[in-house]
């Protein structure tokens, strides 16, 4: 009798669980797995009697196709582009933020009006301010002389995608600044104390202290901010719709325009997939990475 109540008891954190496990379930790995299956298949929802499995037969049009390869390529420049440089602001922004000075809270409070703005609303300001006719970019490089008329930037298919790196930039810098402004925070003020004492400089006391203190949020940061940024669909599509041409296709947008322009759900999900593994694999290097800090007692 005891032994039945026991068992009862131990499996009754189990059944609370069970209703998030299943909307879990439902919600992320069933859509992952229908994805995954119509990768192998001919799903085109305008030919419906032609619905059919062809094993790999998406894969090879990929490799065959130029426009997956220039999205390829255009994902990993979107990537690595803005990343690079809402890490760089981001950094320089948390450690101003992290000095004393007046009106420091109202600062540190207004840093997030580009992270809360929305997506839609900042694409559409973005768009507008790289405008060619009367955007506010042209004007003010028209005013300090650096142009001598206004410039389409997002109708030139060399400056489109660097374009709206810089409006992703904007918006998502505040992440990292409040993620290494509280990395910051955390580091105890006596280890700097004891390196002013062992006459340390203040190149010495960042690179040898701060830096090494703040490599868990970096690496943390870093991992979230890739995988948001490289399943971003809405500020490329509002700003551009993918193009000039091909010029701002990445995988997300080219997936997206396959399947809901094209109606071609299994190549589609093919692009998808091919996103998801390398995603993946920038999780893979990282969670590489940081076990062997944690064998080394970095971490």
Sequence with gaps: MVAAKQNRSDLFPYLLLSPALLITILVIFYPILRTFTYSFMQYILWKPGEIRFIGLGNYQKALQDPVFWISFKNTLIWIVGVISLQLSLGFGTALLLNQNFFWRGIARSLVLIPWVTPSVITALMWRWMYDGNRGIINDLLVRLGILSSYFPWLASDKTALYAIILALMWQGFPFFAIMILAGLQAIPDTLYEAAEVDGASTWQ???????????????????????????????????????????????????????????????????????????????????????????????
């Design 205 to 299: 006391k960042f690179t040898r202290i701060t830096l090494p203190m703040l490599v868990p949020v970096l690496f943390t940061s870093l991992m979230l901010r890739i995988i948001w940024v490289a399943n971003s669909l809405d500020i490329i599509y509002i700003m551009t719709g993918g193009g000039p041409g091909y010029a701002t296709h990445t995988l997300p947008v080219y997936s997206y325009i396959r399947a809901y322009k094209g109606m071609d759900f299994g190549y589609a999900s093919t692009i998808a997939v091919v996103l998801t593994l390398l995603v993946t694999l920038f999780v893979a290097m990282y969670l590489r990475r940081v076990l062997r800090m944690e064998d080394r007692g970095g971490v």
